[in-house]
C-alpha cells in the first residue's frame, strides 16, 4: 500500500490510533491488531475530519475488538515486535519450502505465496491461485502446520467449504499422516507422537470429517498473537 500521509491522534482509552492517507484505497478501514495497535487507512481524497468522524461511530466496535483480543490472547503473553519479526523470518524461511514440497506430493500447483501477520485467519486462498500464510504457522508442532498449509492447497480446486473440498481434504490428511507414521516423509520423534495420537482421536471420532475436526481442535490451542 503506498502511503502518502499519516495523522495520529492519542485516544484516553484505546492509545495511539494511526490514520494513513492511501493513493490505492476506496474506502475508508479500520484495523485492530493485537501487536501494531489500531490503524485506520482513509482514501487520499478524503479529509481526515471524515475519518475521525467515521472512527468515533465505530469506537465501541474497536474497544470490543481489542477486549476479544486480549482475552484470546492474554496481555502478558502478547510478543514484542522483535518476536514478532523474528517470527516473520523464521516463517519466510520455512513455509514457502514446505509448502512446494507438500504441493508436489499432492498434486497442487499454485501461483504465489505470502506470508503476512494478521489477526483473523492462519490463511487464505485467492482464486488467483495465490496462497497467504500467517506467521504464526512457524509456532504450531509440523503436523498441525502441515494441515493449515494443505486446507489452503485443497482451496485451489474447492474455493468454498463444501463437501467437495473437506472430502479432499480428508483424503489427503489421510494419506499425509500415513506418511508421517512410516517414515516416508521425516519427522521427530516428539512430532511423530503427536501425529499418533490425532490418528487414534481421528479413529474413534464420530464426526464427519474426523481427521478434519481433531486437528482443527487442536490448533484452537494456539491463539493468534
Known amino acids: 500500500m503506498i502511503n502518502v500521509s499519516e495523522k495520529i491522534i ?6 495511539l490510533i494511526k490514520f494513513r492517507k492511501s493513493l ?4 475508508i478501514s ?6 501494531k495497535g489500531v490503524s485506520v487507512t482513509v482514501p487520499y481524497i478524503v479529509p481526515y475530519a471524515a475519518a475521525l468522524a467515521f472512527f468515533k461511530v465505530r469506537r465501541d466496535w474497536v474497544m470490543q475488538t481489542i477486549a476479544r483480543q486480549k482475552e484470546r490472547v492474554g496481555s502478558a503473553d502478547m510478543p514484542s515486535e522483535a518476536e514478532i519479526e523474528a517470527l516473520r ?21 499454485y501461483n504465489r505465496v505470502t506470508v503476512k ?17 500467517n506467521l504464526n504457522i512457524v509456532r504450531l508442532p509440523r503436523i498441525l502446520q502441515d494441515y493449515i498449509l494443505l486446507h489452503e492447497l485443497c482451496h485451489l480446486r474447492h474455493q ?4 467437495a473440498f473437506h472430502l479432499l481434504l480428508e483424503h489427503v490428511l489421510t494419506d499425509h499422516i500415513l506418511k508421517l507414521m512410516s517414515g516416508d516423509m521425516p519427522i521427530s520423534e516428539g512430532d511423530r507422537a503427536l501425529v499418533v495420537e490425532i490418528a487414534r482421536k481421528g479413529a474413534s ?14 490448533i484452537k490451542q494456539y491463539p493468534l498473537v
Open 10 to 15: 492519542n485516544d484516553p482509552q484505546i492509545g
Open 24 to 27: 490505492r484505497s476506496r474506502s
Open 30 to 35: 479500520i484495523r485492530v491488531h493485537p501487536v
Open 89 to 109: 523470518r523464521q516463517a519466510k524461511a520455512e513455509l514457502p519450502g514446505r509448502l512446494a514440497e507438500l504441493a508436489a506430493c499432492y498434486g497442487f500447483s
Open 117 to 133: 501477520h494478521n489477526a483473523s485467519n492462519w490463511g487464505s486462498c485467492s482464486s488467483k491461485g495465490n496462497i497467504n500464510l
Open 160 to 163: 468454498d467449504h463444501g463437501q
Open 205 to 218: 471420532s464420530k464426526a464427519r470429517y474426523p481427521l478434519d475436526y481433531t486437528i482443527t481442535r487442536a
